[in-house]
């Protein structure tokens, strides 16, 4: 941690500790054995062949459930990385626990959910999973101020892709299933939105800065997933997560309103410019994903069937 990033973790410590507060008083308790609906599972034979055909559903569904798992089991290299940004003591260390001691209970619960109803084959998953952990691949924020937006941005994406996911699913376990797992992802959402709030106030042009790369530089986070370019291209095409809604309900909200990117005061002019470079990259996306939207969906009517949404693009 170099003399910048020290500087702005040391004077956000207070802040850290109050959201942790605000977070602990919010979160309440949950047990994953209790929302897997153990009745409908049976075992599995040794070599036994998985049926899509017991539990049928779109693909781009399908492929959404593998890569949220997946992205959930890769929490160890994320804990490693934000230990790492903010620190092992203090208000920082006992939230980056706290936080990894709930997320811990994502991989738990979509995993049982989807080992009982057979949704996933179990063998290729397993093979995915050593294959995601082997390589322990996540993006690695060249700040604090970056792993700051990043994480706030990505946690916000990720409880989309939840929850989109389980409005999809067909089963109400499943919906609830992944419906509790949005709802931890939110309140981690708000407290990394408001700790960015917090360094804007400390020191806006680095920050300002850091928004920039990273609205720049986005990805879900699935580096290291096998074939994830082709299962984000069907769950954009599902509507679970595409450049539009990361436009609408992630940048526009969040970046330009919330974090009130706009109005801010006092920056240095290099500052000004990654603000004007934000902003024109901002509406570049939102017009990327219209132009995805109506490009399949005129797809979809050449070929006689419905849009899987309106929503188009891969972020």
Do not use: C
């Not at 240095?268 to 490009?295: H, K, Q």
Request: glycine share 6%; net charge negative; proline share 6%.
């Amino acid at each position: 941690m170099d003399g910048v990033d020290l500087r702005l973790v040391t004077e956000l410590a207070p802040t850290v500790e109050r959201l942790y507060e605000r977070h602990s008083s919010s979160a309440k308790e949950w047990f994953p054995h209790e929302i897997v609906p153990w009745s409908r599972g049976r075992d599995f034979e040794p070599g036994e062949a998985w049926e899509p055909e017991a539990y049928p559903v779109a693909p781009g569904v399908r492929s959404s459930l593998f890569v949220n798992l997946l992205t959930e089991d890769n929490l160890p290299y994320y804990f490693r990385t934000i230990e790492a940004m903010f620190g092992d003591d203090g208000p920082w260390g006992a939230w980056a626990r706290r936080w990894t001691a709930e997320e811990g209970r994502h991989s738990i619960v979509i995993r049982d959910y989807l080992t009982v109803t057979r949704a996933l084959d179990p063998v290729g998953l397993e093979r995915a999973r050593m294959h995601q952990v082997s390589h322990g691949q996540v993006p690695r924020p060249e700040t604090a101020a970056d792993g700051m937006v990043y994480v706030a941005l990505q946690e916000l994406a990720t409880r989309i892709a939840h929850r989109n996911t389980g409005k999809l699913l067909e089963d109400r376990a499943g919906y609830e299933v992944m419906a509790r797992v949005a709802t931890d992802e939110n309140l981690h959402f708000l407290f990394y939105r408001d700790l960015v709030t917090a360094a804007l106030e400390v020191d806006p042009s680095p920050v300002v800065a850091a928004i920039e790369r990273q609205v720049h530089d986005f990805e879900m986070p699935g580096t290291g997933i096998p074939d994830f370019g082709d299962h984000a291209m069907a769950i954009a095409k599902a509507g679970i997560y595409d450049l539009r809604i990361h436009h609408e309900h992630i940048l526009v909200p969040v970046v330009l309103r919330h974090w009130a990117l706009e109005s801010l005061e006092g920056l240095t002019p290099d500052a000004e410019i990654s603000r004007d470079r934000v902003v024109t990259r901002i509406e570049r996306i939102g017009r990327a994903g219209r132009r995805m939207a109506e490009r399949w969906a005129e797809q979809a009517a050449r070929a006689g069937e419905e849009p899987d949404s309106d929503l188009a693009g891969v972020a």
